[in-house]
């Protein structure tokens, strides 16, 4: 019974250092500041650090009692919008191993857009980002609506956390709100959204 989480990237020191690209671990907060659940991207070395923004990736995040809740799987597709058909992809299973929803990106000339869709790959909700994702002194809000995007019912945001972190450093700090009503599984997918959104807008390398 929850209409928002907060998502923290943590800092790593070989990263920052060296420029080298380490496994990306996030904190996924109540509205209180609660941890709630723990994720850690699981990915080899020579893909981070080769493939950049565009890596195919599996996502693990854990409870409290170290119990994997839910697996995000990305896989390798083209980051070109020249190829349409093979535009990026996000599948959630909520616990591993059960598909409950897809993040799907769509082909758009100027703005970035998704659809949310459910296990049966039925579209359930819309997200449509800035035309320039520059976060220059000032959050950034990717606007979810209804399938007909005539309403907004939720939010995802990348918050501004200063100059020296944001030139340095890609440990960025996220916001998610959501109807409190919203099935509890798409609010698993909208999370896999927003970690689909992190890697493609804001990911250094």
Known sequence: QIDQI?????????????????????????????????????????????????RPFTLRIIDNLGHEVITLQRPLRCSSCCFPCCLQEL?????PGTPVGYVVQNWHACLPKFTIQDEKRMDILKITGPCVVCS???????????????????????QWTGFLREAFTDTDNFGITFPMDLDVKMKAVMIGACFLIVSLSFTNT
């Open 136 to 158: 220059c002194c000032e959050d950034v809000h990717f606007e979810v609506k209804s399938v007909d995007e005539t309403s907004t019912v939720g939010r995802i945001s990348k």
């Open 91 to 95: 599948e959630v299973q909520a616990p």
């Open 6 to 54: 907060l998502i923290h990237q943590q800092m790593e020191l070989l990263e920052i250092l060296t420029g080298f690209e380490t496994q990306n671990k996030y904190e996924i907060k109540n509205t209180l500041g609660q941890r709630v659940y723990f994720a850690a991207e699981d990915t080899d070395c020579c893909t981070r650090n080769c493939c950049g923004p565009s």
